[in-house]
């Protein structure tokens, strides 16, 4: 199963046409807990991405970071950075969490009964219907133009048919789906993301 917020930094690099090495970290055998790995990245977690000597950790937070050392998706302004960084912080606290659970419920690599189930499920909704309303005035989340907030909210809203969600109520959100994946550059997380090891 492919890791959604690797996914996120995987599809923008592709997207800006960057080619990076990748290196698999094995998660049910724990290898993102050990020292070596911890050493990258703090909360044991994937993904880590390496730029010069530095690890950049927090999917949100390295989309900012290639889009600002790439020029690439980034607002041109103050205030349009200031818009992209309040779409990925509800991107992680509203439409992620509930998405990415259910997705890993119906995967079985979490367990919990039918009345959590339902408030994922509600919530996952809610945050759907907060994207339509927003598409429904512009083409892409901050207006005319994908930025990383596009980037960020696409790489949870492909895995919503694995939460067992459906996108036909939201029309907005489908057509912007569709706008997405016809990008130069787009892939899938299984075009982008080996599951071994590659490097360039
Ligand atoms: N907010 C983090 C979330 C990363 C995350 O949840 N990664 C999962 C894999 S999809 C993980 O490493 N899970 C193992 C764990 O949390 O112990 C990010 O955006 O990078």
């Known amino acids: 199963m492919t890791s ?3 996914y ?3 599809l923008m690099l592709s997207l800006c046409r960057y080619p990076f090495s990748y290196i698999h970290v094995n998660l049910r055998e724990g290898q993102h807990k ?3 790995y911890l050493v990258k990245n703090r909360y044991g977690q994937v ?5 010069g000597q ?3 950790v927090q999917s949100a937070a390295i989309l900012e970071h290639l889009a600002e050392s790439l020029g690439k998706f980034d607002g041109k302004s103050a205030f349009e950075k ?6 990925l912080f509800w991107q992680w606290d509203k439409l992620a969490l509930p998405i990415f659970r259910l997705r890993a419920r119906a995967r079985g690599f979490r367990q919990f009964g039918d009345e959590v189930r339902n408030m994922y499920d509600t919530e996952a909704k809610a945050a759907l219907s907060v994207l339509e309303h927003e598409l429904g005035k512009n083409e892409w989340i901050l207006g005319k133009r994908p930025t990383i907030a596009d980037v960020g909210c696409f790489a949870v809203i492909r895995y919503l048919a694995e939460a067992n969600i459906d996108l036909s109520p939201y029309p907005n959100v489908l057509a912007w789906k569709k706008r997405f994946e016809a990008l130069p550059g787009f892939g899938t997380p299984e075009q982008i993301l080996p599951m071994e090891s590659r490097l360039l």
């Open 4 to 6: 959604g917020p690797t």
């Open 8 to 10: 996120t930094v995987g």
């Open 34 to 36: 050990l020292p070596d």
């Open 47 to 51: 993904p880590a991405l390496r730029d």
């Open 54 to 56: 530095t690890y950049y």
């Open 82 to 87: 200031h818009r992209i960084r309040e779409w």
